[in-house]
């Protein structure tokens, strides 16, 4: 069984850059895909970023790409961050790290995710 932490967050200002890890136990990242999702208090969980299987390239949601990057530390396959950069406050969630399968590779949807995280809270505002 996988278990997921979340740090990282925090309050910064728009336009600020900020990188979030999640770190496992119990099981490795190298066979289950890792992904971030964001949540709102009274919105629904909304997806982020997801790794990629072996050379296939992340998904990203439309909002963040080409400011987010999601990456795996491959001498340690128990690590996983979301660089987040040119932030806005639209920005502003609560970040979860949660995992899925890999025959659930190339979805988005949070009900293909498991093992989530306590979420941390990046804020964006001036």
């Known amino acids: 069984q996988v278990h997921l932490v979340e740090s990282g967050g925090g309050f910064v200002q728009p336009g600020d850059s900020v990188r979030l890890s999640c770190v496992a136990s119990?099981?490795?990242?190298?066979?289950?895909?890792p992904g971030w999702f964001r949540q709102a208090p009274g919105k629904e969980r909304e997806f982020v970023a997801v790794i990629g299987w072996r050379d296939a390239s992340p998904l990203y949601a439309d909002s963040v790409k080409g400011r987010f990057t999601i990456s795996r530390d491959d001498a340690n396959n128990t690590v996983v961050y979301l660089q987040m950069n040119n932030l806005n406050p639209e920005d502003t969630d609560l970040y979860y790290c949660?995992?899925?399968?890999?025959?659930?590779?190339?979805?988005?949807?949070?009900?293909?995710?498991?093992?989530w995280g306590q979420g941390t809270q990046v804020s964006v505002s001036s």
């Open positions: 119990g099981r490795i990242f190298s066979d289950i895909l």
């Open positions: 949660a995992r899925t399968s890999l025959s659930k590779c190339g979805s988005t949807s949070s009900g293909d995710f498991g093992s």
